[in-house]
Structure formats: structure tokens, C-alpha cells
């Protein structure tokens, strides 16, 4: 894994869902990044990483933090194919970008997946808005320890908007105006 603070590597990808052109890390300077790399046939980021990601996506201000899913298959190839892929996007109506990651040349790994020396999936990347590595964790993290190591990220950057309680009742709680 590269080291903490360290520039987050490139990602390599073959294709993009639910963005109109592909993302690189260089294109979202000024934002932070939660990158989830998932398998959909890999029922922890089915059950948990995926809905944890939309969760974020909900949560955060869009202006603050990106939500990017990348699919690194490394098992499974001939069920996990772009157009399966797509039909399950649609399905579990994920709407944040989600790029597939490019085949591996050394061994089963996919490159991106590879080059952060992910150890599986789920994987979760926190990058803060210069870039860096901040945070990778293999496996289910709970909630509100994502939550709070992003609004450490979001707070250490500069002029960056944070999640404030939401000034109607949309979001299922009632705030008092100020």
C-alpha cells in the first residue's frame, strides 16, 4: 500500500457509468475522495461498502467530497462483465460515478487495485483534496468512523464546505432556523 500522506496513485480504467466523462484523482483536485473498489458479486460490498458509499454520497456536499465507485474484478470474470455490471448499477440504483478498473499484467489483479496493494474487496480510499492518501481500509468500516475521518479530511483542507444539518424536513429531521 502506498504510505499514508504520500500522492494517491492514477487510477487505470477501461469504462465509466453515471458520469458523462471518465474521472482522474488530477481532475478532482479540491475535492475529497471516498473510493470504494468492489466486486458486485462480493456480498460485503453488496450488504455494506455500496450502501455505506450512497450513504456518503447523501451525506456530504457534493462540492466537498466525491463518491467514486471502482469495480476491480479479480475473480469471476466472465460473470462480472460491463454490460452485467451496468444491469446491476440500474438495478441497486447506484447513481455515483463507477469506473471499471483496467486488467492487471501481473497476475489476477487489476491495476488500480494493484497499485494501492489492495488486498480485496471491499476496499475504501479516502484521499483528501491535494491528493494524498489519507485513509485505505480492507473490509467493513463502520459508519460513523468513515463519517468522522472525512470531516477530519474536509476540515484540515482549505475553504472547503462541510455537512451541516439539512434546513427543512426532507431529510427526516426538522431543523430550527437560526
Not at 462540492?63 to 470474470?77: C, N, R, T
Not at 476496499?123 to 483528501?128: E, S
Not at 468512523?145 to 424536513?169: F, H, K, M, W, Y
Amino acid at each position: 500500500m502506498p504510505s499514508l500522506n504520500d500522492p494517491a496513485p492514477s487510477w487505470t480504467t477501461t469504462q465509466w457509468f453515471n458520469t458523462a466523462k471518465p474521472l482522474t484523482l488530477e481532475g478532482l483536485r479540491g475535492k475529497a475522495v471516498a473510493l470504494y473498489a468492489f466486486q458486485m458479486l462480493c456480498p460485503g460490498c453488496v450488504s455494506q461498502a455500496l450502501p455505506q458509499a450512497q450513504r456518503l454520497r447523501e451525506t456530504f456536499p457534493s462540492e466537498a467530497l466525491e463518491v467514486v465507485g471502482l469495480h476491480s474484478v479479480f475473480e469471476h470474470h466472465q460473470a462480472n462483465s460491463p454490460a452485467t455490471l451496468e444491469a446491476f448499477l440500474h438495478e441497486y440504483r447506484i447513481d455515483f460515478p463507477v469506473g471499471i478498473d483496467a486488467p492487471g499484467s501481473e497476475g489476477p489483479l487489476p491495476r488500480t487495485m494493484f497499485d494501492y496493494r489492495m488486498r480485496g474487496t471491499p476496499t475504501l480510499v479516502l484521499i483528501d483534496a491535494e491528493g494524498r492518501l489519507r485513509r485505505q481500509v480492507f473490509g467493513h468500516a463502520p459508519d460513523l468512523n468513515v463519517g468522522a475521518e472525512i470531516t477530519r479530511i474536509l476540515q484540515s483542507a482549505p475553504n472547503q464546505p462541510t455537512a451541516t444539518p439539512a434546513d427543512d424536513c426532507a431529510a427526516g429531521a426538522c431543523s430550527i432556523p437560526t
